[in-house]
């Protein structure tokens, strides 16, 4: 079964960074594409983030392009969303996920979190003005 826990979330200002991990357990996750999602209240879950399995291709919603970078370390199962610039739009619940499709893993594919095997529980990020 696998497992995957975010971490990082806070409460921070209009401006700040942060960075939140996702640590997977339970199977290595190295040949699988992983993303970021948010959701804020009332929304729908919204793509912000994704990195394919050897890290080569990465995929960014509009909304954190130039802001937000996504990366993995695979020999440590984890996936990070390093954020800058942050916004008070940003707020939200971040989840992260997983995909365990073979295959090529294109922008349309990534960003669609109906293909996603494995969630988190989620981590909450507010950002204050």
């Known amino acids: 079964q696998v497992q995957l826990i975010e971490s990082g979330g806070g409460l921070v200002q209009a401006g700040d960074s942060l960075t939140l991990s996702c640590a997977a357990s339970g199977r290595t996750l190295s040949s699988y594409v992983m993303g970021w999602f948010r959701q804020a209240p009332g929304s729908e879950r919204e793509f912000v983030a994704a990195?394919?399995?050897?890290?080569?291709?990465?995929y960014y919603g509009d909304s954190v392009k130039g802001r937000f970078t996504i990366s993995r370390d695979n020999a440590k199962n984890t996936m990070y969303l390093q954020m800058n610039s942050l916004k008070p739009e940003d707020t939200a619940v971040y989840y992260c996920?997983?995909?365990?499709?073979?295959?090529?893993?294109?922008?349309?594919?990534?960003?669609?979190?109906?293909?996603?095997?494995?969630w988190g529980q989620g981590t909450q990020v507010t950002v204050s003005s």
């Open positions: 990195i394919t399995s050897g890290g080569g291709r990465t």
């Open positions: 996920a997983a995909d365990s499709y073979r295959g090529y893993s294109t922008s349309v594919r990534a960003q669609n979190r109906n293909v996603y095997d494995y």
